[in-house]
């Protein structure tokens, strides 16, 4: 089974500042996958980045990088030069790449507000 | 098309009636996904799909949930006999296949009365 842990409360930033936001996850699979997702006060749900499990280098997306620590299975959201359309809930989700078990499994998610 | 398209976009049902949500996912999308996400809470995975078969219903919450994508495309979620509890936004996602990232549709919100 997979599970996804964020335990952070609401998150605050000044504007332009840095943020991390932490993403531990289980899993007992080999192979899998890392997304996080935002979610604004508009409901939808954005793609942002993904990491594979064997990749080397950490994603980077613009302004988002994954900070994945393989071995503390921790799969953190950096996000750089906080602006304020970045107040959102974010949601960080895993995935096996087994083929036949590739559902997402989200965590709880995070709120994070940017302030002027 | 160009985005996951969720219909109807806000549904009021009275409890006992049965509903239909419809997803219509990118166009060449092998992957369909269904979750219900609660107000401030994460998706929770319903079923998904590759193609036309349904290969993981594991998190359908019981029998009046069913789903179905009969020609590997548009999808259906369908409760029968909804029951208050069942109000939340369900969504659905498509990706390329099981090794790509899915994209979310609107969303339909449901309200049982």
């Known amino acids: 089974a997979q599970k996804i842990t964020q335990t952070q409360p609401g998150m605050f930033v000044q504007e332009k500042e840095a943020v991390t936001l932490d993403c531990t996850y289980d899993?007992?699979?080999?192979?899998?996958?890392l997304f996080w997702y935002k979610q604004p006060s508009s409901g939808e749900m954005i793609f942002l980045i993904y990491?594979?499990?064997?990749?080397?280098q950490n994603a980077t997306e613009g302004r988002y990088s994954l900070n994945f620590q393989k071995a503390r299975k921790s799969a953190n959201l950096v996000i750089s030069a906080s602006q304020l359309g970045d107040s959102a809930m974010y949601f960080c989700?895993?995935?096996?790449?087994?083929?036949?078990?590739?559902?997402?499994?989200f965590g709880k998610g995070i709120t994070l507000s940017v302030r002027p | 098309g160009a985005g996951v398209s969720q219909s109807p976009r806000y549904k009021v049902t009275k409890r006992g009636q049965d509903v239909a949500l419809r997803c219509d996912p990118i166009s060449g999308h092998v992957s369909l996904y269904w979750y219900r996400q609660a107000l401030g809470q994460g998706p929770e995975f319903l079923t998904y799909?590759?193609?036309?078969?349904?290969?993981?219903k594991s998190g359908l919450p019981n029998d009046r949930f069913s789903a179905e994508r009969p020609e590997g495309s548009i999808s259906t979620l369908t409760i029968q006999r909804t029951e208050q509890r069942d109000s939340a936004m369900y969504r659905c996602?498509?990706?390329?296949?099981?090794?790509?990232?899915?994209?979310f549709g609107q969303g339909t919100r449901l309200t049982v009365v």
């Open positions: 990491q594979g499990s064997y990749d080397e």
């Open positions: 989700a895993m995935r096996a790449d087994t083929g036949a078990n590739s559902k997402l499994t």
């Open positions: 899993t007992s699979d080999q192979s899998y996958g």
């Open positions: 799909f590759n193609y036309e078969a349904q290969q993981d």
């Open positions: 996602a498509s990706s390329l296949g099981t090794a790509s990232e899915a994209f």
